[in-house]
Structure formats: C-alpha cells, structure tokens
C-alpha cells in the first residue's frame, strides 16, 4: 500500500514538474538570466546562420586553394584498368572496397557511420516545412534514437583507433581534437533523442517541436526558440547547437574535407586517360 502510495504521489508530481521547468526559462538573478537568454538565442539562431556562412566561405576558399595547388609529380592511376572506369570510382567511394580488403572492423564501423550520418541529415531535413519522411503526427524523428547509436558508437570506435598504433604514430593533436568534438556533438543530440524516445516519461520536447524551431530558421524570423522549445532539454540543445556550429566552422580545415573529393579523386584514378 506505502508503495502505490509512493507511485501515485510520483506520478501526480512528474507532470507539475516539467510544467515548471517548460514555465522557467533560467534560473538566477534577473541580469545573470537575462544574459543567459540572450547568449542562448544568439547561439541558436544567428549563430547557426553564420556558422553555415563560415563552413561555404571556409569551404570554397579550401577548394579553390587545393585546385590551384601544382600537380603531383606521380600519376595517381590504379591498375589494373578496369572495364568500367566510373563505376568502379563509384564503387570505391561508396563501397571502400580498398578499406574493405585491408581492415573489415574499420570498413563495418566507416559503413555504420556513413549510413547513420546519411539518416542523421535526413532527419533534420525532414524538420523543415513540407518534407515529411516520417509522419508530420509522429512525435518521434527519424530513427526514433536509432540514428544516434549508428554515429556514436563508431565514432568511439575511431577515437580509440587513434590510441593504437600504427595509427597513433601518424595522429595529430587536431585528430584527437576534432573526434572529441564530434562525439560531443553527437552524445548531446543522442541525450535529446534517447530521453525522448527510450523513456517511459519522455517527449519532453517532440519532433514538432523541434520543427518549430526550424522553422523559425527557415523563415529568418529572428524569434526566440524558448517559446517553442520546451522543458529542461533546452540546455542540451543549446549545447548540441553550438558544438555543432562549431563543428562546421573548422570542417573545412580538417582531413574531413576529403569529403567534397572523394568521388572526384576517385574517378581521376580509375579514368583511362590518367594513364597516358
């Protein structure tokens, strides 16, 4: 009897709860508060409109200045030649088929994470207007929490790669750096999500929610997300944001670059004229 006591007294209190948290913004004296407001709304939205900026222009300049660099004095051909030049570029971007042959754990958790990175920008596509992967009624994004296990746990994976050598030997500061940095970004957004998602009180905040907020991007309204983003996740996803945003501002000076050249080198080393 003291236990469903317990329970139902729990129960009665959980909601009044979130409604206090949702009805709070900050905590602390009203200066203290009223600059924490402010920063968070600088970094979730102006902050996310220039962090894009900095990651094109950072982007461009990058790819300008390594087209323009001088030429290798070494062919960059692959033999044998194969019967289909593009399709097999295609096929060692997106297959790793080289990886594939050396290391198959490296290659399982490279696919593991190309595919939840895929999944991941889908589903913060599917928060702007009029895309609707998963149903607009649905509280749950894309993956229901899935998608932050795909990218986590290989991103574990390659920064303890990192530890052992011989891939330590070749490791930078920036390598461990830019890992960490990831990996961040990524437990905040799986704190949002699986809270969300895996607990039998979650939806603190839902994906309409969330849509909200995006859509107060899209729209370059300028308004303050707090009004659509409730509950105590808001500091998470302050958080989330600006780790993210920070993410994007350095992308373009690190190894992840090869990003933009994978298919382009790829089909340079298996084209039939890079062997005249």
């Known amino acids: 009897m003291g236990t469903e006591a317990v329970s139902a007294a729990s129960a009665a209190i959980h909601p009044a709860a979130e409604a206090m948290s949702a009805a709070t913004p900050l905590v602390g004296s009203a200066p203290i508060s009223g600059l924490l407001q402010g920063l968070y709304w600088f970094i979730l939205v102006p902050g996310v409109y220039l962090s894009i900026v900095a990651f094109i222009a950072f982007s461009a300049a990058r790819i300008v200045r390594i087209a323009r660099a001088a030429p290798l004095p070494y062919p960059l051909a692959i033999y044998p030649e194969p019967r289909h030049p593009i399709r097999q570029a295609l096929r060692d971007t997106f297959g790793m088929s080289q990886v594939y042959r050396r290391d198959r754990k490296f290659w399982a958790f490279l696919m593991m994470y190309h595919l939840g990175f895929l999944l991941l920008i889908v589903g913060h596509l599917d928060l702007f207007p009029n895309i609707s992967v998963v149903s607009e009624q649905s509280r749950h994004m894309v993956g229901a929490g899935l998608v932050g296990v795909l990218v986590t746990l290989p991103t574990f994976f390659f920064l303890g790669r990192r530890f052992r050598s011989p891939v330590r030997e070749l490791s930078t500061p920036g390598d461990y750096l830019l890992l960490l940095l990831l990996l961040f970004v990524f437990l905040f957004g799986d704190l949002i999500s699986w809270g969300n998602s895996w607990t039998a009180k979650g939806f603190v905040m839902t994906k309409q929610d969330f849509a909200e907020y995006f859509r107060?991007?899209?729209?370059?309204?300028?308004?303050?997300?707090?009004?659509?983003?409730?509950?105590s996740h808001y500091h998470f996803i302050v958080i989330h944001v600006l780790l993210a945003e920070l993410f994007l501002a350095v992308l373009p000076f690190t190894k992840i670059v090869h990003t933009f050249f994978a298919l382009p080198l790829n089909a340079i080393r298996r084209l039939p004229w890079t062997r005249k």
């Open 216 to 231: 107060i991007l899209g729209s370059f309204s300028f308004a303050d997300p707090r009004t659509v983003l409730p509950g």
